[in-house]
């Protein structure tokens, strides 16, 4: 299907996720809540989705009760906008990246360049490159190919407490040589222990067998965000892990998340929102390794 | 061995792959046609990924660079190293359904010597996790590629030599059962190369005999013309890539008894974490910390 960009009068719906059904009656879908949801999607997506489009055909009591869920995945606060940042699309462009999905990357780059500057995007992008890899930014170069960037109408409201501080990431090391002298090591080892309380396994694992390269990805790390908050590392940090069940990137996610400010509501959002491709099973794995994190997060 | 010569006699890589490392906030355009031109003649074609971050945010691609050559060190870097050492990433792209990728790492291997035989030995080793999924994507990537012979035969690191005799626990593949004897064979077969025996072998023994035997009769068959060695640090680059423990121990400690220099295995896992990522490194030191400390 091609895309769109058409202006996207119902911003009313950026953060909500009936877009025209009646959720509350998931039994019954008229023509008219269908019509609806095919418009809300085009001006929302550019594109008619489809994998939700075929449910509206084929059953849309499936559709209807997959979105009252998805829909309580977010958690509101006071803050609530429909410009509100969310970090949560480093882990979907993550996945789309890796399973070859050109037309959701394509709808993810629409849908953050409606709040987020292309500079801003592209953090987001390099962020999701240092999971993804040349096989995820395969996919995302072909999506991209053809984007025509705009400059956003109703730019992005940071969540409260959040901001950009590329500073936090900053470790000390010395990034002007590529070797890993003992002195870059300690100090990059110092800021795991200074931000998590402990340093994660990786970090002391490379730091044993391959400082250079352990030197040359904070290198990236350190480098990545400059105008996005600081809290969009952990937050794709953590979802990204629950994806994939990793439990100590869940671990240093739930760590730097509370050391970076993320609040306990703020938290559970990202907690909620890392099942929508993990499954509310790999929560079981959250609490295995970080279940101690989130009891003596700060209420 | 000679690192500097490419499959068509002239320099295969440009310094950095056209990059300047040396100054990762500038970008000239001389750097960039060179990166295109590095992978459109290794690879075979653009890679539209890695060329996106040359025209967006240079720096983005260039400190990827600079990690990824460090990942790799001595052990496996098309830059400075010809010698071939697995699969990696074989089943990784076939499971996510990246068709260039899968055409572009046998145009890789092809051009570094391996003939069409070797590299169905180890599109034999993907298919073992990838299953029909992974082995569609790989039928579509290749539908229509030209197999090529190379002039000059792959190299290994030394030491490495064929020996399929190796993977042969002695189990009587004319019938389907496994007896009690076998199990023990097999059981030996593990202590014999690994030290210890994985846990599936003593489960599936006990609760789906038939099945295990039918799993190593696909296993001691997959390498006839390949070295032994490329077998276990195929598995254990997807088995990093998947965050996989067990997997990643099993295959380790195959690699070790195959006579696998610790180098050339962490050069090997460290690689495989461009697609892990690196708190995947936490993953290895929980399964195989031990085995790297007393390994020199």
Known sequence: MSQTHTPNPDSKYNRTLG???????????????????????????????????????????????????????????????????????????????????????????????????????????????????????????????????????????????????????????????????????????????????????????????????????????????????????????????????????????MLLGRAFGISKPQIVEALNWGTFYGGNESLALVDEVAGDVLDSWPE | VSNDDGPDGETLLHADRGLDLTDVEHISAGEQDAFREFYRRTLGTPHPGLNFWLEERPETLKRYRLFAELLVGSGGSLQHDRRIRGFAFMTFYALTGYEEGVRYLVHIGQTLGLTKDQVLEGLGIAFLHGGPRGMETIALALADYEWIEPERPAMFPDGWEVDPGAFSSGLDFSSP????????????????????????????????????????????????????????????????????????????LLAKGFGVSKEDALGEINRTLINAGVEGASVIDRAVGDVLEGWE
Do not use: C
């Not at chain 1, 509350?24 to 997506?45: G, Y």
């Not at chain 1, 462009?93 to 959701?104: D, I, N, P």
């Not at chain 1, 600081?230 to 439990?247: A, D, H, S």
């Not at chain 2, 296993?219 to 997807?238: A, C, D, G, H, W």
């Open chain 2, 177 to 252: 059962e496994l007896g009690e004897e076998e199990a023990g064979l097999l059981e030996a077969w593990y202590m014999r190369w690994s030290g210890e025996v994985p846990a599936y072998v003593p489960f599936l023994a006990k609760n789906r005999p038939m099945l295990l035997k039918a799993h190593r009769n696909r296993y001691e068959n997959l390498i006839r013309v390949l070295p032994k060695q490329v077998l276990p640090m195929t598995l254990l680059s997807f088995n990093v890539s998947r965050g996989f423990p067990e997997g990643i121990r099993e295959n380790l």
């Open chain 1, 19 to 253: 877009w025209g059904l009646n959720l509350d009656n998931p039994e019954v879908t008229t023509q008219e809540e269908i019509d609806e949801f095919r418009r809300v999607s085009a001006a929302q997506l550019g594109v008619q989705q489809d994998g939700l489009d075929y449910w509206l055909d084929a059953n849309p009591e499936v559709l209807k009760r997959y979105r009252l869920w998805a829909d309580t995945l977010r958690v509101r606060e006071a803050d609530e906008s429909p410009n509100k940042y969310s970090a949560t699309g480093v882990a979907i462009m993550y996945v789309y990246s890796m399973t070859g999905f050109e037309q959701g990357l394509k709808y993810g780059l629409l849908g953050a360049n409606r709040t987020l500057t292309r500079e801003q995007v592209l953090e987001q992008v390099a962020l999701v490159f240092r999971y993804a890899g040349p096989r995820g930014m395969a996919t995302m170069g072909k999506a991209a190919a053809e984007y025509e960037w705009r400059e956003p109408t109703h730019p992005a409201i940071w969540p409260t407490g959040w901001g950009p501080d590329p500073d936090a990431f900053k470790s000390g090391a010395d990034f002007s040589s590529r070797e890993a002298s003992s002195d870059d090591i300690r100090k990059i080892l110092d800021w795991y222990d200074r931000w998590l309380g402990e340093i994660p396994r990786h970090a002391s694992l490379l730091a044993r067998t391959s400082p250079d390269s352990l030197k040359s990805y904070r290198a990236r790390y350190e480098n990545t965000l400059r105008l996005l908050p600081k809290q969009t590392e952990p937050w794709g940090l953590l979802q990204i892990n629950i994806q994939r069940g990793f439990g100590a990137g869940i671990r240093e996610g």
